[in-house]
């Protein structure tokens, strides 16, 4: 293995099948809807427009579907970005190496709306070592699961990624 090829430590090893990490976000609020709709071009008025939305079966404004994702993600400087660019919260402790998503499931349950208060919480499934074409590789799978208060399943997301 180079210097610069993944590297899997005993810690890491050790929490597969626990929970890795736990946070809570500020409340959506609509400009975080705008923002996402602008950058999706989703401009589905059930989203943003109150009257449309207070006559839908939900009876108020709803998030996109995929949302939850861009709410929960950390703001950090660039200067903090790991060299492959990623941030470091998308990776688990103890795992380095260059990343590249592998695959993500995703189940969906109750949308998200102005006001909620999402938390993420993260499990570590599997880490695979394994050696490919062109030199080792390791393969993390997290499980990453989205509730708003109190405690209201929002989605669970299936995450698998690459280490090179």
């Not at 929960?72 to 941030?87: A, F, K, M, N, Y």
Request: with cysteine; net charge negative; glycine share 10%.
């Amino acid at each position: 293995m180079s210097e610069s090829g993944p590297h899997v430590s005993e810690e890491a090893r050790n929490r597969i099948g626990h929970e890795i990490g736990v946070q809570t976000f500020e409340p959506v609020s609509m400009r975080h809807i705008k923002e996402y709709m602008a950058g999706t071009g989703d401009w589905n008025p059930l989203h943003w427009d109150e009257e449309v939305a207070a006559v839908s079966r939900h009876g108020r404004v709803v998030a996109p579907a995929l949302m939850f994702q861009t709410v929960c993600r950390e703001i950090v400087p660039e200067s903090t970005l790991l060299p492959d660019g990623q941030h470091a919260s998308l990776g688990v402790e103890g795992v380095t190496g260059r990343t590249v998503l592998a695959g993500q499931e995703i189940e969906l349950g109750e949308p998200v709306h102005v006001g909620d208060v999402l938390t993420l919480r993260e499990r570590l499934l599997s880490i695979e070592e394994k050696q490919g074409r062109s030199g080792p590789l390791v393969i993390v799978t997290t499980e990453e699961r989205y509730t708003s208060e109190p405690d209201v399943f929002v989605a669970r997301t299936v995450t698998t990624r690459i280490f090179r």
